[in-house]
Every structure is written in structure tokens, then in C-alpha cells.
């Protein structure tokens, strides 16, 4: 009778990695979000209209598999996705929290279909910096239109900023579409925001702009992935802060059961004041399926630090540029 | 093999209203725990002992649509209802956090069926005034009795105060009835408690009753309701405060899936101090169903503030009186 | 298609504890995480690998009765269990929060099944004092063995405490087991952890060891079950804590369908610098079952209060030595 699927993925895996503060002290966890694949208890459900119509709605929670906790400290419940919608032949419209339209469109083009999302910096950066309302990988009050004609998926949104008197102060406006065919897909998408670069209790609403483009290309086993994301920040009294990440990288099925993935991910970072930074890093990846809902992985992973994005200790000088992580695990999907 | 059934409602929607503030400032969200229907996630079981006897639960979460968030600051996760109990010919008696008596029997003749609660005043008058444990439209720690016989339905409760070396204190007792027969409903409730006006540190427990009583009249397409609530809190210094709710309204189905409906709630306050206040609610809405599960709603509300009801500025003096609203949206039932 | 269970226990009752502050007063109280069974809502499933592999997981919320509130006042939502794991014939291997080694053997000896856990101390002792990551009932970041073979159950775990620079601060290793033929099961196990008895602006991570014995005996509708728990905190500058745990109860079925139990826990604590307390629990039961999945249960408790383990105001210097608790609800399983 209930309408309603329970769905999820639980992560388990233990994870190294060394140089994790100036000091270059090393670290041996349990506790994430999921390290190669993210954390979540879903329940969806979709609604014949009839006529070709459909409803459906999507409720996620996120947690952490070392302490059960939620996987944001303000404990929203359905911090992943909280969103209703219609749907039909012309495409369809949801409503609420959900991933922002450069997060989906980004994911088309990234070697490691988002996966290991804590050490890859992909999905943070696809909806932009800030801790806002509309930064991170998902935007709150999200009005959002997807459309998927033949090889062409096209997608907009609006994310209300909700601020009293001002309907563009935390808003956010994006567009973007997807094109695949054969063993070529090639997508870009353009957002932007007026994110509060203040406080709350002195808002100071600035200019935020996003544009990504990128392109897989899929022959037999292999695929190759790469694209390329440019984001600026104005400020009222400061120079403007650019964000560029850049990636290429590939992805082999030796067998149906395992596969081996790796790629170069580099983020150039401009802060105003602060000055430029620079973070290269490799991954390598190694997927075995125990079956369609249960895997085991590992990866190694190498970044090399510089300028800015060093981590340093001010009161000490000390300072680490390089990074290397180990992770092993089991997903288990349901 | 489950025993559990999950369910829920979901409403997404746009809402702009004028004049949030004493500058006079509009407001567009989507931000709400459900403008037309509120949001909820529930699990929910009966379980037949045999001999007429059934043991049953019910635990249900709120969360915003626009953020995933809980319904509720102090993150409670059954927010909504956290309810075990059993039932027989006999009626029924339930334990924990539920909706107390005096909110189901007003229920009964709201001509809006407790939608846009974050509009109508009723669902929050109905148990009284106050954030305590028995303010709101839920009661903690409540035990509820139940019985229906023919056309009429009794409710009793008594929910505990929990407080150190006093029985009285912090708790809550009501009685309540509905009597339906043909076209007729007819209602009433009286509750008495004791809710704690001070603050945690210097506690202030002071008696507080209300009544309520209404009826609604069904005929063809056409429901016609009305009713009115009286609450008077005492304080230990300071005179009496009482919150009086008036109101009458009607909603008409010119087809099965088409409804109309319109009313006006009127709410006169008198605060110790303070002074008088009316808040005078006049709310029109229209409701198209998709299916038994799914609707599209809209709503246009208009309200008159007079004395203390109106939003004031006491810096600058500047007020204002009367309050305009639009909502429309999406609710799926699951 | 949904391969998840839903399923949980929610228990409502009615607890009078009199002489629960240094003053004497008594409280009455709805509110519990389930007086005799703790309420949870969980969410679990199995997947058959193949060749005697399967991965399992759960995903299990604690819930207050009379609130609706999260059991735990940080609002983890998996507090109770967020595990992942893989076995087969060898055993299996758990990953995540769960409960310790000491916790599941000592759960084989206590006369009560770990019901009545806010009054009867054995499932707060079992892993052990202390708020910290490895304290309580549950270990977070743990990575647990169990296995069974023929009579005998192996378990071995090890719990990392995610330390920054150090393997062994906040960590928790642990071995024990149960053997049971016939009517006889007996058990033991041994952990050892460092956990952090300074500040987290502080820390300082000290020794704390623990060991536990037990048995019980079955014949017929009779059962007997006895047992012993020693702990032992560290200091850096001051002497050891230590504080043990002895217990020896019965229960018989009167039918199947009506349970009488009784038992003794003793609980010694001789914490350093405050000095010796002991309280000596009484405690006798009543279950009646109206099914499978529904029971009404009573109880009657007697505590003695003696040395530091006495309700004191220093204040005042009154003090209470002895406290009677009686309890009376309904548990349903679904």
C-alpha cells in the first residue's frame, strides 16, 4: 500500500593520511561521510497523473558512519534533498533543497562520478564557495526545470534568496545544459549569485559568477573525462577572489567486476589580501563489486600544496606541502 | 513482513506577503514547513491483539520544504507525534506527544481543515498560548483517551507536568466532545494548566483555561463553519491576559476535484501592559486536485492589525496595519 | 523491490521515583527513551552475496516518548547503531558505531535482558565510564569481529580514536566470548582504552581497563543469571577510580505469556579524592503479554544509597539514602 521506497548507500572504510595539520602529524579515521561514496537514508516516491503526468518527491538524509550523527553540524534532517515536483513530456519542475544545476551538469564530466567527494575537490566547487544558503553543492528554495529532449538535457533554476525587501540579495539564477551522443557528452552551465560575503548581522551582499564546461568521451572500457570550472567573488571593498579548478582524468573496466580510475585535479585559488595558492592532486582508484549493490574499494592519493594553500602554522612558520591519503572500504547500496 | 506503514505529505510552494516589517518591506519564499498542507514524514503501525483490542503507533517528523530542515529549533525528530497506545470497543488511550484534545475537536469546525496554519490562527490557539511542554497544538507526556459511540465522539487527557515535588504544576487536564448527525457537527473543550511563565532559572507556574466550542453544516457541495475560542493566562503581579478567536467560514466543491473555499478568523488579544490588540484575517482559497494524492492550491489572504496587533518600530514609530499574502504551490500526499 | 526493514519498539509508560533530589521530593514522568524497553525506529537489511557472503547494515534512532525528542541531547540521529558490514562462516566484520564486546557479552547474564536500562546499571557499565567517543554502551569508530562456531561466540574489536598524531589516545580494544551448552551459558571480556579525562581544550588521555564475568542457568521456565564487572580509570596526578559492578536475579514463566523477575546490582564506586559510595538495587518485574510483538509490564525498585552514592546538597548537607521507584506501561515491537 505505501507509496514510499526506502532507499541508501552506507560506506564503511578506514582511511590515512599523513601531514593533516603544519605540524605534519598523520591521522588513522573511521568517522566520514562516506569516503568513497556518500552517506544517505532516502525515502522517494513517484505518482502516476495520468495524461503522462507524474508528482514525486525526494527526502535524503546524510550521516556519518563512525558516530551515527547527521552529516551537517545544524542537524538538518533532509540536508541532502528535501524536494517535490511535477513532471511530464516537456520535462519537469521541482521545488526545495536540492543539487544546484553546475553540481549535475559538473558530474557528467568528472572521472570519478563524484565519488570520494571529501578528497576530490569537484563537488564542493560546483555550486560555489560560501557557507550561504546557495553555496556548497545544493541551494535551499530552489525552483529548478529539467528537461531531457533525444541526446539534449537542458536545466535552469531559480533559488529565492528570501531576503526581506530585496528579491536579488541571496539569490541564485543558473542554466545549463548536458549533449551526448554515441560516446561523446559535452555539457557547460553558467550560474549566478548574490551570496552574503557579510554577517548576519551586517549583510553584505556581492556578485558571485560560475561558468563550467566540460566533456567525457566513453570507447569500449575506457572513459575519459576533464573539464574546467572558473568562479569569481566580487567584494565592496576588496579585489574580486577567483576560484579555477581544472581536471583530466580516465576511468578502465578490466572486468565487469573491477575497475581502475585515476586523474589530476588542480585548484588555482585567488583570495583578495591573501594572495595565490595552488593544490595538484592525484588519485588513483580500484573498484571491486562483490554485486550490483555491494563493493569493495581503495585509492591513494597525492597532493602537492603551494602558496596560500600550504597548511601553515602562523605563530610557528611551520608549514606542509604535500599530502599523501590511503583509503580501503566497503559500499553497500540499498 | 513490515509492520510499519511510512506516509507523509509534502508541499511546495512560492508565498509572497507585504508589510513583514514596520518599514513596510515585501517578502517572496519558499521556505515553510508546508504553506497549504505542513510537511511530514511518519511511521505508523496497528496491530490486532484479537478480542477487539489493537495496539498502534504513530512517530512523525515536520521538516521545511526549502531547507530539509527540522520543523522544530531544538531539532526534536517526532516533533509532529510520538504516540503509542491501545485501543478496544471501549475507545482508546494513548501515550506521549499528541495533539491535544482541544486541537482535534476545533478540527471539527475549521472551515479550512487546519491548512495554511502558518496563515489561520486556529492550529496554534487550540491548545493555548506559550512554548511550554503543554502550549502549541501538541501536548508532552500526554495520556489520551478516545472513544467513539455512534455520532458522538469524548476525548479526555491528562498530560504530566514532570515537575519536581509537584503534580500540578507544568501539567495539563481537558475534556472535549463532537456530536455529528446528518448535516450537523457540533464541538466543545475545556482545558486547565498550569504552564510555567517565568524562566527555567525562576520558574512561575500560573493557571491558565480555556474553552472552546463550534459547529460546521454540510450540505450538497456546500460546508458551512464557524466557532470561537476563549484562553485566559493569570500572573502572579500583573493582571490577566486573555486571546479570544472568532471566526466563520464556508467552502464549496463545484466539482469533485475544484473547491472554494473563504472565512474570516478574528483574533482580539488583551496582554497585561501591553494592551489591546485584533488581528482581522479574511482568506480565500482554491484547491485543484491531480489525483487523491496530489493538488495544486493557491490562496489570497488579507489582514487588518489594530492596536497592539500591528507591527511596530517602537525606535522610529513607524507601523504597519494591514498585511497582504499569496500563495500558490504543490502538495503530494505519500 | 525496497530491501530495507523498517522496524522498532516504542514503549509508554507511567514512572513515580520518590526521594529523587537531596530534598526528598518525589517526580511523576511520561517522559523516557522507554522505561522498560528503549524506544527506537531502526532501519536494516541483509544482501546475499553469494557463497556464504552477505553485507548487512542498520541504521538505528532513539526517541523520547514523552517529546518526540532524539535520545541524546547532540540529536545524533543513529545514535543507538550506524553499522556496515560483510560475514560469512569465518564471522563477520562490522564497521561504524555499535555496540562494544563488553556490552554484548554481559547482555547474555543480566536477569533482566537489558531491559529497565535507566534503572538497572549494567548496560551504562558495560563499556565502560566516561561521555567520550568509547564511553557508554557504544563505541563510535569501531571495527568489530564476531564470530560463531558451534557452542562458543568470539568477538574482538577494535575502536579508533582518531586522534591526531597518536593511534592508541581515545582508542578501544577489546576481546570476549560466551559459551553455551544446554542450560549453562557463561561468558567473559576484557577492553582497554584510553580515553580522554581532561577538556577538549585540554586533553588528557589516561588508562582505563575492564573486565567482566558471568553465567546464567536455564531449566525449564526457570532462569537464573549472575554476574561481575571491575573498571579501572588512571589519572595522571591523582589515585585510580574504579567501580564494580555485581548482580545475581531470577526469572520465571508463570505461563508463556506471563513473566515474574527479580534481582539484585550491587554497585561499588571508590572514586578518588570524593571517596567510597555504594547503592544496592532491588528490583522485581511483571510481563504480560497480549502478543508476540505487545506487552504490559510493571516494576517495583528499591535503592539504597550509602557514602558518596547518596543524594547530597553540600549546601545544606541533607541528604536522602534510599529511593523507590514503580513503573507501569506498554511495549509494542514492530
Given at each position: 500500500q505505501s507509496s514510499v521506497t526506502v532507499y541508501?548507500?552506507?560506506?564503511?572504510?578506514?582511511?590515512?593520511?599523513?601531514?593533516?595539520?603544519?605540524?605534519?602529524?598523520?591521522?588513522?579515521?573511521?568517522?566520514?561521510?562516506?569516503?568513497?561514496?556518500?552517506?544517505?537514508?532516502?525515502?522517494?516516491?513517484?505518482?502516476?497523473?495520468?495524461?503522462?503526468?507524474?508528482?514525486?518527491?525526494?527526502?535524503?538524509?546524510?550521516?556519518?558512519?563512525?558516530?551515527?550523527?547527521?552529516?551537517?553540524?545544524?542537524?538538518?534532517?533532509?540536508?541532502?534533498?528535501?524536494?517535490?515536483?511535477?513532471?511530464?513530456?516537456?520535462?519537469?519542475?521541482?521545488?526545495?533543497?536540492?543539487?544546484?544545476?553546475?553540481?549535475?551538469?559538473?558530474?557528467?564530466?568528472?572521472?570519478?562520478?563524484?565519488?570520494?567527494?571529501?578528497?576530490?575537490?569537484?563537488?564542493?566547487?560546483?555550486a560555489g564557495s560560501g557557507a550561504t544558503s546557495i553555496?556548497?553543492?545544493?541551494?535551499?528554495?530552489?525552483?529548478?526545470?529539467?528537461?531531457?529532449?533525444?541526446?539534449?538535457?537542458i536545466r535552469a533554476e531559480y533559488a529565492l534568496g528570501e531576503t526581506t525587501g530585496s528579491n536579488s540579495n541571496g539569490s541564485a539564477v543558473a542554466v545549463g545544459g548536458t549533449f551526448a551522443t554515441g560516446p561523446f557528452s559535452v555539457g557547460g552551465a553558467y550560474t549566478q549569485k548574490k551570496p552574503n560575503v557579510g554577517t548576519a548581522a551586517a549583510p553584505n551582499f556581492q556578485d558571485n559568477n560560475q561558468w563550467t564546461i566540460g566533456g567525457a568521451y566513453k570507447i569500449a572500457a575506457l572513459r575519459v573525462a576533464g573539464g574546467y570550472i572558473r568562479e569569481k567573488q566580487e567584494f565592496a571593498a576588496a579585489a574580486d577572489t577567483t576560484v579555477k579548478n581544472g581536471w583530466i582524468g580516465a576511468s578502465y573496466n578490466f572486468t565487469p567486476a573491477f575497475e581502475l580510475s585515476g586523474a589530476w585535479y588542480q585548484t588555482k585559488t585567488n583570495v583578495a589580501v591573501l594572495g595565490d595558492g595552488k593544490r595538484d592532486l592525484f588519485i588513483f582508484g580500484a573498484i571491486y563489486s562483490l554485486s550490483k549493490r555491494t563493493n569493495i574499494y581503495a585509492d591513494i592519493d597525492y597532493a602537492r600544496l603551494s602558496g596560500t594553500s600550504r597548511l601553515i602554522n602562523p605563530a610557528t612558520g611551520a608549514s606542509q606541502d604535500r599530502q599523501t591519503g590511503f583509503s580501503v572500504g566497503l559500499n553497500h547500496l540499498f
Open positions: 541508501g548507500s552506507f560506506d564503511g572504510g578506514v582511511r590515512y593520511v599523513n601531514n593533516v595539520n603544519a605540524a605534519g602529524d598523520d591521522r588513522t579515521s573511521v568517522s566520514s561521510n562516506g569516503t568513497f561514496n556518500s552517506n544517505r537514508l532516502g525515502f522517494r516516491g513517484v505518482e502516476d497523473l495520468g495524461g503522462g503526468l507524474n508528482a514525486r518527491f525526494t527526502l535524503e538524509s546524510g550521516f556519518n558512519t563512525g558516530t551515527g550523527a547527521f552529516d551537517n553540524a545544524a542537524n538538518n534532517i533532509f540536508n541532502r534533498t528535501a524536494a517535490v515536483g511535477i513532471g511530464g513530456a516537456w520535462g519537469g519542475i521541482d521545488l526545495g533543497r536540492q543539487y544546484s544545476v553546475s553540481f549535475k551538469t559538473i558530474g557528467a564530466y568528472d572521472p570519478f562520478n563524484y565519488k570520494y567527494t571529501g578528497i576530490i575537490p569537484l563537488a564542493a566547487a560546483a553555496g556548497g553543492t545544493r541551494f535551499n528554495n530552489d525552483i529548478q526545470y529539467t528537461g531531457t529532449f533525444g541526446p539534449a538535457t
